[in-house]
């Protein structure tokens, strides 16, 4: 299911803490947790200074997805926190742009990437992003290639340490053959999607509070 080498290492180090071994993991990821409140307060600041903060705080209190995995010892919460913090440094660096900003964000992929694979699907909501901001700013298609291609770089540096390792590719559980080919995905997009509403629509309905979904009307 996409987890990576991070998750044992994350829940190893918190057992060293003076608690039950269950509290311990779930006390750390709740803690890295912060991070997406901190980094959504900010993005929500800089996008919308004039809108009430109001409207987030509820999505953040009562969305299903936080109000359940934020609970538990699971690397789910560590990739919305690492998926927010990367599209808050995305938000900073369309404003003003510099090497470090490109560097620190490709470095937060990764350490995202590190837990769960699914950290991926910040790629596009950035590309989104930066075509939208460099396109409004009219601002020379070279600056952009430059942007991406340093996020890249730096992503592809961080991940190295495990790509390179030959007992990642020799893991019995070989997260990487879970990946799917293009014509794969466009083959079977829609049956996923399908399928993946049916799963969330029973997830809602089992784990979701009557208030959770009071806040979605």
């Not at 989104?128 to 070279?142: D, E």
């Amino acid at each position: 299911d996409g987890k990576q080498s991070g998750v044992p290492i994350l829940l190893g180090l918190a057992q060293m803490l003076p608690l039950d071994p269950l509290i311990s993991a779930r006390s750390a990821v709740a803690i890295i947790s912060y991070i997406t409140f901190i980094s959504m307060l900010l993005a929500h600041k800089k996008l919308f200074p004039k809108i009430s903060l109001w409207s987030l705080a509820l999505l953040l209190i009562f969305c299903p997805y936080l109000l359940y995995y934020d609970r538990t010892a699971l690397p789910d919460s560590i990739v919305a926190a690492f998926f927010s913090l990367a599209f808050l440094i995305a938000v900073h660096n369309l404003q003003h742009q510099s090497m470090k900003k490109n560097l620190f964000l490709g470095a937060t992929i990764a350490a995202g990437w590190w837990f769960k694979s699914s950290i991926l699907l910040v790629i596009p909501a950035i590309l989104v992003l930066y075509f939208y901001g460099f396109t409004i700013n009219k601002q020379p298609i070279q600056k952009l290639i430059i942007s991406l291609s340093l996020t890249a770089l730096s992503f592809l540096i961080c991940i190295s340490p495990l790509l390179l390792n030959i007992s990642y590719w020799q893991n019995p559980m070989k997260d990487y053959q879970r990946l799917i080919d293009p014509s794969s995905g466009f083959n079977l997009l829609l049956k996923i999607w399908w399928e993946n509403s049916q799963l969330v629509v029973q997830w809602f309905t089992g784990y979701a509070t009557p208030l959770s979904v009071l806040a979605f009307f």
